[in-house]
């Protein structure tokens, strides 16, 4: 069954399975790697993609649900690594093994589109569905804090 | 990383001998953890380099080595220590997994041994590149050598203000006699401007962009997916299996068995489903029909383990260590004490499950495989498939986590195995969460019996420490002539706490549950025996937990590693008090904290390395709130000091999921868990601020991967302690301890 979406900007038609999941069409069928697979059942984030803008858990969204709808994926916040928050992540050195960081960048882009200069609490709330194993968690903190400044300073600056 | 092409030391020979541009020098890294015995590598044929250094006429330097990277940073490090000597950036140096090759030492990354191998087999090999650079620039030049300095990735002519790059001169320099590694000249650590300053890592824009390829990511021409039924039950199989409904289910291609392998392998063999996709692959195993033979181990359970433990821990076990007169000792004791400390098994739980990709073709194979051990991996296929190492060609890809997990060879067996019976397609066989939990490779469950006595003098009359485990050993030696007391006890076996009577006895819990290597390995749990204990005793003595292992520590001396006499480092007590005084220091030990804030302390000797972590906790109404942990470690000379910070930031959080959620519990031969919502991972709201102080060593670098994680969960029990009165002795510590 053929379903259509826009995919980081760019019209997309897939034939597959309705109910196949959003995450593997992403990387099974279309061949995006970034987005990662880590659980299965929404629980740990490694999978999270912005569905009309709102962070969303890809592993557990039927496909056929996005039909028509705008997702962009990690490969779409910037075309070169430009996005404030990755370029705050390489500022602060985040990643370790970097396999969860696709899920916790996606997380932070949404959160800092809805609070451009949130709490310490506002970043718990947000982030605490996106599991680190390697235990980064101190520095994500750190850059999402470093990219509201960069922000802020940007706004300013206008 | 790219994949290099098979490459074996006569090309490499030829190459330079011919004349062809580039200069590149071979080399070996020191045997790791996991290597072999230095005495049985040298009885290996001789085929001395697993490590190279290439530099090309345009500049390119390339380092090739077989390491895998698995977020602990040697794609950083091990460039940084080569860029130094050859004093250029160390970000123009590009770093390339080496082929892997049957015939050289060791290809295998763990025990926190890469950078301290590495550390001086690197700087000679650049210190050698270095010295014929300078040599042919200086002939080139036709000037004394004396007058040509190495610096920017080129040779500097200063009277002249000439400047050659590496790149120019590699190919004259590839035609000069190689100076010895035992003498070359290495750079003044004192000029050091990239050793010893902090980096960034080399791969971080690619691992923030969604770039950076994982094992799960690997997509060669032509892919096809599979899954695996496993029995539930360890060592159960499928008695028989019917196939229609699965393979109805659109994009399933193949359904067929595969037998277990155990030697080594340990596989647990089961029914295997081939797709078009991966979702296809895991639908159609939900809907085979499989009758398992739940076979030996189905009575097995975390109760009936715990049974044993008890019925072991009743009777005298075989003595490994025995000082003095422990008997005597704690029949006389001016105080006693007593405690039982309890540790499950514990799963890896790494961020991308288990998976790997294998092609086999008629005289080919090839891998793509998130692996800490290449070699092997490329053992287990050649043995499959029947070819010649040199024909079966292993990538290591990056790997998402490893911590031990992917030093196994069970998911490269499987892979083998069902692309075998796939010929000609590449086959990736991932695993599901749910896979990657119920079939892991644990941290052993242990229970820990310890006797202790204070004398008059509050010093130690009397320490006797009980082990009963489900050993590593047990499983992983052949003949079942396995020395579990010497795998089981790390640094318990050597405590740095002075008394005339000391005793380890150890007795084996026999368990069907597979046991490796888990992050700090026995340490996990001799650092909780032994630094829970030693903090009973401190207040059986009335003496302050950290002044009390001090005095106790004693004098200045070198213990003898017990459980590696011949190659283990000893335990030298001046870093072992260094990094329990800088942490306490940097924590504030002695001063007032807020109300209802209290700190415990703990100090480890881990993979020749010192560490030490102060905790702050409040701990009220059973609500357990860890405010800041402060680390102290001493690894050596630190060669990334940004880097080490990070490995024990994340050995912290490791070491504080198996502290405060971790359990794997087993019934009717089963594991119960099977995902994070009944296998909880700390999330970043309970993470607590870490502060990480490095010892400015001289000393050689040492492990770091690992030793930040023994320490933390006796400073967090023994804060706790310090909070409540209470002493948690039973991992992980639940709501009802704290209450």
Known sequence: MAINFTLNG?????????????????????????????????????????????????????????????????????????????????????????????????????????????????????????????????RIRKAIHRAAGQSAKSTSAA | MSSATVLNRRDFLKTSA?????????????????????????????????????????????????????????????????????????????????????????????????????????????????????????????????????????????????????????????????????????????????????????????????????????RPAGLVYAVVARCPVFGGKAAKFDATKAKAVPGVTDVFAIDAVGEGAFTAGGVAVVAANSWAAMQGRKALDITWDDGPNAKESTASLNQQFVDNASKPGKRTVDQGDVDAALSAAHKKVEAVYELPFAAHACMEPMNCTVQIGPDRAEAWIPT??????????????????????????????????????????????????????????????????????????????????IDADRNIAAWKHFQTSTSIAAIWSKDGNEKPDQSEFATAAFIPYQTKNYRVE???????????????????????????????????????????????????????????????????????????????QKAGWGKPLPAGVFRGIAGYYSFESYTAGVAEVSAKNGELKIHRIVYAVDCGRPVNPNGIAAQVEGAAIYGLSAALHDAITINRGRVEQSNFDNYAMPRINETPKIEVHIVPSTEAPTGIGEPGLPVIAPAVCNAIFAATGKRLRRMPIRREDLA
């Open chain 1, 10 to 138: 760019k019209t997309q038609t897939v034939d597959v399975s309705p109910d196949m999941p959003l995450l593997w069409v992403l990387r099974d069928t279309l061949n995006m790697t970034g987005t990662k697979f880590g659980c299965g059942m929404a629980l740990c984030g490694a999978c999270t993609v912005h569905i009309n803008g709102e962070a969303t858990r890809s592993c557990i969204t039927p496909v056929s649900s996005v039909s028509g709808k705008k997702v962009t994926t990690i490969e779409g916040i910037s075309a070169d690594g430009s996005h404030p928050v990755q370029q705050a992540w390489i500022a602060e050195d985040v990643p370790q093994c970097g396999y969860c960081q696709s899920g916790q960048i996606m997380s932070a882009v949404a959160l800092l589109t809805k609070k451009s200069n949130p709490t310490d609490a506002d970043i718990d709330d947000a982030m605490s569905g996106n599991i680190c194993r390697c235990g980064t968690y101190q």
């Open chain 2, 18 to 218: 011919a004349g062809s541009a580039a200069l590149v020098i071979g080399f070996h890294l020191s045997p790791s953890a996991f290597a072999a015995s230095a005495e049985d590598q040298e009885k290996k044929p001789v085929n001395p380099f697993d490590a190279w250094i290439r530099i090309a006429p345009d500049n390119q330097v390339t380092l090739i080595v077989g390491k895998s990277e698995m977020g602990q940073g040697i794609m950083t490090a091990l460039p940084m220590i080569l860029a130094e000597e050859l004093s250029l950036d160390w970000k123009q140096v590009k770093i390339e997994q080496a082929p892997t090759n049957p015939k050289i030492y060791d290809h295998g990354t763990g025990g926190s041994g890469s950078v301290a191998g590495a550390y001086l087999p690197m700087r000679q090999a650049g210190a050698a590149a270095r010295e014929m650079l300078v040599t042919a620039a200086a002939q080139h030049w036709n000037v004394n050598r004396d007058t040509c300095h190495p610096q920017n990735g080129g040779v500097l002519h200063g009277a002249r203000k000439q400047f050659l790059t590496y790149g120019e001169l590699a190919p004259a320099a590839s035609k000069l006699p190689l100076p010895d590694f035992k003498t070359v000249p290495l750079k003044n650590s004192n000029n050091f401007t990239i050793v010893g300053h902090d980096q960034n890592r080399y791969e971080a824009r690619a691992k923030s962009t969604g770039t950076a390829k994982f094992g799960i990511d690997s």
């Open chain 2, 372 to 453: 800490q051990a290449p070699q092997w991996a490329q053992d287990i296929i050649a043995g499959v498939t029947k070819l010649p190492h040199e024909s079966v060609i292993v990538n290591t890809t990056l790997m998402g986590g490893a911590f031990g997990r992917r030093y196994q060879a069970d998911f490269v067996m499987e892979a083998a195995q069902v692309a075998k019976a796939v010929p000609n397609k590449p086959v990736m066989v991932l695993w599901t969460r749910e896979d990657d939990m119920q079939h892991d490779f644990y941290r052993p469950a242990s229970y820990h019996r310890f006797e202790g006595a």
């Open chain 2, 506 to 584: 150890y007795t084996l819990a026999k368990s069907g549950v597979p046991r490796a290597w888990w992050r700090s390995v026995e340490h996990s749990s001799s650092g909780f025996v032994v630094e829970c204990f030693i903090d009973e005793l401190a207040t059986a003595a009335g003496v302050d937990p950290l002044e009390f292992r001090l005095r106790m520590i004693g004098d200045d001396r070198k213990i003898p590693d017990a459980t590696n006499p011949k190659e283990g480092k000893p335990l030298d007590t001046a870093r072992l008090k260094g990094v329990l005084k800088l942490a306490a």
